[in-house]
């Protein structure tokens, strides 16, 4: 079935530093996927997202890459700030009839320290 | 703000209860996803309805359902609740038709005791 890994479950950087989290997907037929950072007890807000028609795709301090033959999609996040640290969550989703569910992978603990 | 709006924010009920969530899309918005969040399953897809209609259906247990009404705004039904249906419940809509992107509610958290 459908399934999202990710990986790391956390990951602790200095400010300044660079994060980046990896994401596998299973179903071929994907061809969306999004990033979305949590912060503790609020909504998923989305922060980048790809297609994928697209290699890579940059906003700011924020990139995504995306690798359709291996399947698997990446988040980098440069010169990291402390207001960066959050849960992160890739997922994917594929075309449907008027569908486009997201499955999630299991979520990056961020923490950048001062 | 996403434009996407849920009542009520907090949700403290017993075991064996009903409760019903309610969700209001962005405007012109014709979908609306129900996701749960725990702390052991994470983001998991419950069901999407587009302009009315049940489209996708994911890991939704039986005693929950849900339905979109003629205003576009969508409710989800949790029956016979149990400890572990204690989550945060989250609505996201998504725009027309093609398009893919979902922005999600501030979300509902339920508390079963």
């Known amino acids: 079935g459908e399934n999202v890994e990710q990986h790391p479950s956390t990951l602790s950087v200095q400010e300044g530093d660079s994060a980046v989290i990896k994401c596998t997907y299973s179903?071929?037929?994907?061809?969306?996927f999004p990033w979305y950072k949590q912060e503790l007890g609020k909504r998923p807000q989305l922060i980048i997202d790809?297609?994928?028609?697209?290699g890579e795709k940059k906003d700011q301090r924020i990139a995504v890459t995306l690798n359709k033959t291996a399947k698997h999609f990446s988040l980098h996040i440069t010169e990291t700030q402390p207001e960066d640290s959050a849960v992160y969550f890739c997922a994917a989703s594929r075309p449907g009839d008027s569908s486009y569910k997201l499955i999630f992978g299991s979520g990056t603990r961020l923490l950048v320290r001062p | 703000d996403s434009g996407v709006t849920q009542t009520p924010k907090h949700l403290i009920t017993a075991t064996g209860q009903r409760v019903t969530l309610r969700c209001s899309p962005r405007?012109?918005?014709?979908?609306v996803y129900w996701y749960q969040q725990s702390l052991d399953q994470g983001l998991q897809f419950l069901i999407q309805?587009?302009?009315?209609?049940?489209?996708a259906k994911g890991n939704i247990l039986e005693r929950f359902s849900a339905q979109q009404f003629p205003d576009l705004h969508s409710e989800l039904n949790l029956s016979s609740l149990e400890l572990g249906d204690s989550a945060l419940y989250f609505c996201?809509?998504?725009?027309?038709?093609?398009?893919?992107?979902?922005?999600f509610g501030p979300g509902t958290r339920l508390t079963v005791l």
């Open positions: 996201a809509s998504g725009p027309l038709t093609g398009t893919d992107t979902q922005y």
């Open positions: 309805y587009y302009n009315g209609e049940e489209r």
């Open positions: 179903d071929s037929a994907s061809n969306y």
């Open positions: 405007s012109g918005d014709l979908s």
């Open positions: 790809i297609r994928s028609n697209v």
